[in-house]
């Protein structure tokens, strides 16, 4: 593999990360100029490092080269948007995807329809124009938006998925009450939802 080629595009991919990132602050500050509530609790970006890069080439049976992690390994660049509530996920992926320089490249929404696990977020790809010296490229970021509950969820679902010292009906049981769990989490933040734009609308 051409490592220059390499290190050049994860720069690329850092800097798309950079330019999505401002954008979701930039929103979220005009929101709460204008509505008085922010919809997004927090950001968290990452860049995949390439223990677990390579790990998904492998996986997904790709050869290791430049050409196939450019052109299947979309989640190089990434941002976890964690909200309050789960109309605040659907507003920040609106407001985002509404921009002339955002590409929609693929959307999962496993908040309508949740994962066997019990799992649940809205995942976007999209792609951004990063300006270089050498011109622009459009270059992909993976989002992952989710609610707070849906977050500490997650964490803990795949602190269990990855623990091998835990016996098999240990790990079935906590799977099966965390399923519920996760059925009960979904149910409260649409309640809580519901209280909140209620006690809005008072206003
Ligand atoms: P990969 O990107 O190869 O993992 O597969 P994909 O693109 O088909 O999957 P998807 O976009 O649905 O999910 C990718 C990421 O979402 C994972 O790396 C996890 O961070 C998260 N995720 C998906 N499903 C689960 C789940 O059941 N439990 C937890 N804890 N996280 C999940
Ligand atoms: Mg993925």
Redesign the pocket.
């Known amino acids: 593999m051409d490592l220059t080629d390499f290190v050049s595009y994860y720069q690329l991919c850092q800097a798309a990360v950079n330019e999505v990132g401002t954008k979701l602050e930039n929103l979220d500050a005009d929101y709460q100029l204008h509505n008085a509530h922010n919809p997004i609790h927090h950001m968290e970006a990452r860049m995949k490092d390439a223990r677990s890069l390579f790990r998904?080439v492998k996986?997904?049976d790709l050869p290791l080269t430049f050409a196939s992690i450019h052109d299947h390994i979309y989640?190089i660049g990434g941002i976890r948007v964690i909200c309050n509530y789960q109309a605040d996920v659907y507003t920040v992926a609106e407001n985002l995807l509404a921009q002339s320089d955002i590409t929609l490249i693929r959307q999962?929404d496993?908040i309508k329809t949740p994962?066997?696990?019990?799992?649940r977020?809205l995942?976007l790809v999209v792609s951004v124009p990063v300006f270089q010296a050498k011109g622009v490229k459009n270059t992909p970021v993976?989002i992952?938006l989710r609610t707070v509950g849906m977050d500490t969820w997650?964490?803990l679902?795949?602190k269990l998925?990855y623990k091998t010292d835990v016996d098999a009906d240990t790990v079935a049981h906590y799977a099966a009450q965390l399923h519920q769990y996760a059925d009960e989490m979904d149910h409260m933040e649409l309640g809580m939802q519901a209280i909140f734009h209620a006690l809005s609308d008072q206003k």
């Open positions: 998904k996986a997904h989640d999962k496993s994962k066997a696990s019990g799992y977020s995942h993976e992952q997650a964490s679902e795949h998925r």
